[in-house]
Every structure is written in C-alpha cells, then in structure tokens.
C-alpha cells in the first residue's frame, strides 16, 4: 500500500481551528476500489451542511439520554472516509467522545485505512469494517445483466480484496490516543446490528438501484422502531436518475419518516441543484 501513489484532496472546515483533513484518492484505480476511490461532490455538501447544522450536537444530547458518554455513529458505503472522519474531526473539536465505524466493499477498505490513519481525531475511535448489505438484511441484490462501473461495484457483498493488501485483520494496540481499527475480511455484523447509533450517514450510496431492497433492508435491522426518537439517519445523493431515485424513498418512506433539508439551511458555498439531503427517523410501532 505505501508503495501506491496515490492523489489527495484538501478538505478545510469553517472552523480554522480544526486541523484540515487530507483525503487520498485513487482516481486510476491502482487499489481496484472502484468507485469508492474518489471523492464525490455529495460528500463535500454533506460535510458542510454537517458543520453548519446542529445535528451532531443533538445527537450527544440524545446519547446522555440513555445514560453514554460516547456517541455512536455509522457510515455506510464510506468510499474515502470524507464525511466520516470530518464528523470525527468535528466531534474531536467540542470533547465529544465518539466510536465512529466507517462500512464498505473490502476492496475499498484499504484506502480508507489510509484515509483513517492520516487523519486521526482525539477522543474518537475510528474504525473501518466491511458489511454486506445481503447478509445483514436478508435480502439479495436483484439481478442484473452489468454493474454500471465494474464487477467489483456490483454488490455490497463482493469480498474481492485488493492485490495489493493481504486479507488480514489489523487492530492496534490499546493507548490513550485515537483507535484505528480495520477488517478487511466480512466479520460477523451482529456487533453492528445490535448497537445502538445515534447517527447513521447514508452519501450517494442510491446510485445503483439492484441494492435497494438489501439497503433499505439493512437500515430497517440497523433502526428499529424502538430508535423512532432517539436515532437518526442522514440521506445525501446526487440526482442521476430521479425516477428510480423516488423509488427508494418510496419504499424507505414505509418505514422512515423523512423531510428534505432546504438550500437555506446548508452552507451556502457548499449545495448544488443537482445534490439532495434527507434527514429521516424510523417510524414508531404505531404508524
């Protein structure tokens, strides 16, 4: 891995006493991630309406709820880790203490232990793990003739592992600094189902529309109904295919409420025509 070469990217808060992160990428596809090798413009939007809004602070206030110091936050298709660890950077900066688990295709991982170790943050514990929307929901992708980038992109269950890292596990060792961990082999995720998250982070993970039904069905089991109040989940894509993009909130909107965030209330520089936030919460038993 370090004798990849890789590209990077900047990404500098509003806040200019949080330490800039740098974001590598693998625009040539070197590591075989595919498209979780590149940043996207979604996550950016993201990241900025993320520092803007005040939704990392109310879900700490609903974590000391339930009586936890730490707040638990999961991505799922991370890519590079962009949002991900500029939340943690964020959450770093205020004392909030965090466990923080970026997900994706093991292909990917590598980078984003890259991207993990580049940018650490204080008081977080960062770790990357790989989870298979199929297995954790029940639910297998729906056939298709071709995936629109590659047969690596074709499914969140794909274990192909980069040639150029061993499939291994990596933990490091206990210390009072930031956590790093990775598996890039599919763990168990009954750890991850059975957690309570404050946050769930969803960025441009609709693009594909045969890993609707094991997506949502992964969301379902990660938010159940009991979390109506409490947990929330964050829905951030970049329009390409409108028609088939109302398809999966139809189909979200049975078992999510959600309401789209307004260009008002993001940052200014930072929002595109083209790119739409939700903010959504599972619906209780009763409805």
């Not at 004798?3 to 900047?10: C, D, N, P």
């Not at 609903?62 to 638990?72: D, G």
């Not at 500029?86 to 295709?105: F, H």
């Not at 943050?121 to 056939?143: F, I, N």
Request: glycine share 4%; net charge negative; charged share 25%.
């Amino acid at each position: 891995m370090d004798s990849v070469s890789l590209s990077s990217r900047e990404y500098e808060f509003n806040n200019y006493s949080i330490e800039p992160l740098e974001i590598y990428e693998d625009p040539s596809g070197l590591l075989h991630g595919g498209v979780g090798s590149t940043v996207w413009d979604t996550a950016i939007v993201l990241s900025k309406y993320l520092e803007k809004s005040n939704i990392l602070a109310t879900s700490s206030a609903t974590a000391s709820r339930s009586k936890r110091t730490t707040l638990n936050i999961l991505e799922l298709g991370s890519g590079t880790g962009l949002v991900g660890l500029a939340v943690a950077r964020m959450l770093s900066a205020t004392g909030q203490k965090a466990r923080i688990v970026l997900t994706d295709k093991a292909n990917v991982l590598p980078l984003l232990q890259r991207n993990m170790e580049k940018n650490p943050a204080e008081g977080v514990e960062l770790e990357a793990r790989v989870l298979d929307w199929e297995a954790v929901s029940g639910v297998r992708a729906k056939a298709i003739a071709k995936a629109p980038d590659s047969e690596a992109d074709q499914s969140s269950s794909e274990e192909t592992v980069s040639a150029t890292e061993p499939e291994a596990t990596t933990t490091s060792e206990p210390s009072s600094s930031p956590v790093a961990t990775t598996t890039t082999e599919s763990p168990n995720a009954d750890d991850i189902v059975s957690t309570e998250w404050d946050l769930v982070i969803l960025s441009d993970c609709i693009w594909f529309p045969a890993l609707y039904a094991p997506l949502i069905g992964t969301l379902i089991r990660l938010l159940g109904p009991e979390t109506a109040s409490s947990s929330k989940l964050i829905v951030a894509f970049e329009k390409r295919n409108f028609s088939e993009e109302m398809e999966f909130f139809a189909t979200l909107g049975k078992s999510f409420t959600f309401r789209d965030v307004k260009p008002e209330e993001q940052d200014p520089s930072y929002q595109s025509d083209d790119i739409f936030l939700f903010l959504c919460q599972r619906r209780p038993l009763d409805q």
